[in-house]
């Protein structure tokens, strides 16, 4: 009789236990980790100080890239000790041009290790994407896009769950671009066009179809 009464109760604990974590808001541990991560962190040292010459997809399509024409500024995929070597003694002492800079008294140890965590990912458009995720729609739809991020609550309605979109590309380019309202939407999802580049949005896209778990869904 205990043991066919207590059953039952144990079995609604465990659900009530268990159930909010599966809809629960990020921690703020999870959100932590992913901005601590090097490849996020390098994606904001090679902003500031490398696109210039480099460009964004390290193609050497930069605004500073006129000045050096008849330089290639294009970064091959190479092993990590061959770029920390060039990035901190600077292009002279690997034998190639002289133009690059060293970095070894601009930068700190962990910003070059950052920055070469970022060229392992600089030629993946889609991970390139989910650097800018992290750092600036995390919050709202969370670490892993389902709309469970740490500022969603105060969101209504609530953040996308972007893992179950239904949009396609030409549509996410939109609002991500133009915000919710130039859409017909919520002013809660804002515009980006001003604070992110093309480039940085189309890497996004990219990144987004990575999240979906049912991939055909992008295709309506
Ligand atoms: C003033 C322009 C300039 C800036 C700013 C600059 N670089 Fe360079 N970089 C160059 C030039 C020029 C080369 C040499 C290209 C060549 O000779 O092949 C180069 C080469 C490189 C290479 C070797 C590429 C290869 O495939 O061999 C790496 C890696 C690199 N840069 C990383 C960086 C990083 C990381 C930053 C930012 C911390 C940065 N660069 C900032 C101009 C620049
Ligand atoms: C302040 C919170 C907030 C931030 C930050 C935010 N969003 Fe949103 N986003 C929303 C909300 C809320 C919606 C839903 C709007 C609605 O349903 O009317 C939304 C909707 C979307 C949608 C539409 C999805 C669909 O299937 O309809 C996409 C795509 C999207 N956001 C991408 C992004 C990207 C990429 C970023 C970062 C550059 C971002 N959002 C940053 C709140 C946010």
């Given amino acids: 009789m205990l ?12 659900v009530v236990a268990v159930a909010p974590t599966a809809a629960a808001e990020d921690s703020r541990e999870s959100v932590d980790q992913e901005t ?17 010459c480099h460009g964004e997809r390290g ?5 500073g890239a006129k000045a050096h024409a008849r330089l290639h500024l294009a970064i091959k995929p190479s092993q990590p000790d061959y ?17 690059m800079p060293p970095w070894k008294d601009e930068l700190s140890a962990e910003q070059i290790a950052d920055v070469v965590a970022y060229l392992g990912i600089l030629h ?17 739809h969370g670490v892993h896009g ?7 609550r105060l969101s209504h309605p609530s953040p996308a769950d972007l893992t179950r979109s239904t949009k396609d590309d030409p549509y996410k380019t939109g609002i991500i671009s133009s915000g919710g309202a130039a859409m017909g939407r919520s002013s809660s999802m804002p515009p980006w ?6 480039t940085e949005i189309q890497d996004l896209v990219q990144y987004l ?6 991939p055909s869904a992008s295709q309506k």
């Fill in 3 to 14: 043991l066919a009464r207590g059953l039952p109760l144990i079995l609604v604990l465990f």
């Fill in 36 to 52: 601590s991560k090097p490849v996020v962190r390098g994606s904001i040292v090679f902003k500031a100080y490398c696109v210039l």
């Fill in 59 to 63: 193609d050497g399509t930069g605004r």
């Fill in 83 to 99: 770029y920390i070597s060039v990035v901190r003694e600077g292009g002279q002492s690997a034998g190639i041009s002289p133009y």
């Fill in 124 to 140: 993946d458009s889609a991970r390139r994407g989910e650097a800018v995720f992290k750092l600036n729609c995390m919050l709202c």
């Fill in 146 to 152: 389902d709309g469970n991020g740490r500022a969603g």
């Fill in 193 to 198: 066009g001003k604070q992110l580049t093309e």
């Fill in 209 to 214: 179809k990575t999240l979906l778990v049912v």
